[in-house]
């Protein structure tokens, strides 16, 4: 069984492009969806486990961390997804917490 997560990322307009581009380059990413309003962009990232997929998420959040106006993250638990939702500087607490 595989792990999901889902973001939901609010990029600064002339940073969009990059935004994109990072995301659909990176490791782990299944889909990248740009929304209208805020936030702007969906991510759905998947690994076979939690810690895999904290591995890979890390890097993706540091490269747009400079130019992320807010996040949301939504982490899957098999068929039921708990909403986890916090600003940016709270991702290293939540991933540590995620893999207690």
């Known amino acids: 069984m595989s ?3 889902y973001i939901l990322l609010d990029i600064l307009e002339e940073e969009f492009a990059f935004a994109v581009q ?7 990413v299944m ?10 962009i969906l991510v759905i990232m998947v690994a076979p486990d939690r810690e895999k997929l904290a591995q890979l998420m890390i890097p993706v959040l540091r490269a747009l961390g400079n130019i992320t106006e807010d996040l949301h993250l939504l982490m899957s638990r098999g068929e039921t997804l708990v909403p986890c939702l916090f600003g940016v500087r709270d991702v290293g607490s939540y991933i540590r917490q995620m893999l207690n």
């Open 3 to 5: 792990t999901r997560i």
């Open 22 to 28: 990072t995301l659909q380059n990176a490791e782990g």
């Open 31 to 40: 889909a990248v969806d740009s929304l209208e309003g805020r936030p702007n």
